[in-house]
């Protein structure tokens, strides 16, 4: 029995190898090898299914990351870290659901509270799904610990900036800059919400500038209208085209002979 668990952990583990190597197609011919075996245990097998799950998750071959990681959660359901990876395997696919992945990291999150990505990855999921007062609580929350972690960092900033919470994005990111005064990814995010404050800025300046004349209770007198004369000697409105000369088209007839008279 020990030798069968033995060579069935080492299997995991070097697939596990294969996969941080980049050598994808050997570390999940590996796996399954492991998985057609009729003796594999519950847990085994859940174990499996999941590092299955992971390599098809790093390959972006989503549906069956998915099925894997489902297979994975039947046979052992209170594993966080399976919920999060099935999580990112809706968030990352291009025709998955922010929703599904809220849920499956929100699942992540209850199982193990104290865990910041599982917090952080949830409240940008949550945002992403329309639901921006639980996610910006959730993204707060992880941002305790995000000038530790920079993929964690990024992940908090671009939930918030989504969110419309640029000023909470910059007070993390000046603390981060503190923390990691030498590092390019912060200035990569400092440099981004920069620009979305700024972008914001001048958005909200424009609407202010447009919205003057519209809020103004005085006729707005625009500068390509005249006004004409009438002979009395007073101003009346053009009913609709003016009335001057100016006003009417030239004929186009002499264009027109000047075409085709050959």
Same mark, same amino acid.
């Given at each position: 029995?020990?030798?069968?668990?033995?060579?069935?952990?080492?299997?995991?583990?070097?697939?596990?190898?294969?996969?941080?190597?980049?050598?994808?197609?050997?570390?999940?011919?590996?796996?399954?090898?492991?998985?057609?075996?009729?003796?594999?245990?519950?847990?085994?097998?859940?174990?499996?299914?999941?590092?299955?799950?992971?390599?098809?998750?790093?390959?972006?071959?989503?549906?069956?990351?998915?099925?894997?990681?489902?297979?994975?959660?039947?046979?052992?359901?209170?594993?966080?870290?399976?919920?999060?990876?099935?999580?990112?395997?809706?968030?990352?696919?291009?025709?998955?659901?922010?929703?599904?992945?809220?849920?499956?990291?929100?699942?992540?999150?209850?199982?193990?509270?104290?865990?910041?990505?599982?917090?952080?990855?949830?409240?940008?999921?949550?945002?992403?799904?329309?639901?921006?007062?639980?996610?910006?609580?959730?993204?707060?929350?992880?941002?305790?610990?995000?000038?530790?972690?920079?993929?964690?960092?990024?992940?908090?900033?671009?939930?918030?900036?989504?969110?419309?919470?640029?000023?909470?994005?910059?007070?993390?990111?000046?603390?981060?800059?503190?923390?990691?005064?030498?590092?390019?990814?912060?200035?990569?995010?400092?440099?981004?919400?920069?620009?979305?404050?700024?972008?914001?800025?001048?958005?909200?300046?424009?609407? *202010?500038?447009?919205? +003057?004349?519209?809020? $103004?209770? /005085?006729?707005?007198?625009? =500068?390509?209208?005249?006004?004409? @004369? &009438?002979?009395?000697?007073?101003? *009346?409105?053009?009913? +609709?085209?003016?009335? $001057?000369? /100016?006003?009417?088209?030239? =004929?186009?007839?002499?264009?027109? @002979? &000047?075409?085709?008279?050959?």
């Amino acid at each position: 029995m020990s030798r069968r668990l033995a060579l069935i952990d080492s299997g995991l583990a070097i697939a596990r190898s294969l996969a941080r190597k980049g050598r994808q197609t050997d570390a999940l011919a590996q796996t399954l090898r492991l998985l057609n075996r009729p003796d594999l245990s519950v847990m085994e097998a859940a174990d499996a299914h999941r590092v299955a799950g992971e390599i098809y998750l790093d390959s972006e071959r989503f549906g069956k990351a998915r099925r894997h990681l489902r297979s994975s959660l039947t046979l052992e359901q209170g594993h966080a870290r399976t919920h999060f990876l099935l999580g990112l395997a809706f968030e990352r696919d291009p025709h998955g659901c922010d929703h599904r992945a809220a849920c499956r990291f929100r699942a992540a999150s209850k199982l193990v509270p104290d865990n910041a990505a599982y917090r952080a990855a949830f409240g940008r999921a949550a945002v992403r799904s329309d639901r921006l007062k639980r996610g910006v609580r959730e993204l707060l929350a992880a941002a305790e610990s995000a000038h530790k972690d920079l993929a964690l960092l990024e992940v908090v900033v671009e939930g918030l900036l989504e969110a419309g919470k640029v000023q909470d994005a910059q007070r993390i990111i000046v603390k981060a800059r503190f923390s990691c005064p030498g590092s390019g990814e912060v200035r990569r995010l400092w440099e981004r919400v920069r620009y979305e404050s700024a972008r914001r800025g001048q958005r909200r300046a424009s609407s *202010t500038q447009d919205a +003057g004349p519209a809020m $103004d209770g /005085a006729v707005q007198l625009l =500068p390509f209208l005249r006004v004409v @004369r &009438s002979t009395a000697g007073g101003t *009346t409105p053009a009913p +609709g085209v003016r009335l $001057d000369v /100016a006003s009417f088209p030239r =004929p186009h007839r002499p264009h027109l @002979r &000047s075409r085709f008279d050959c």
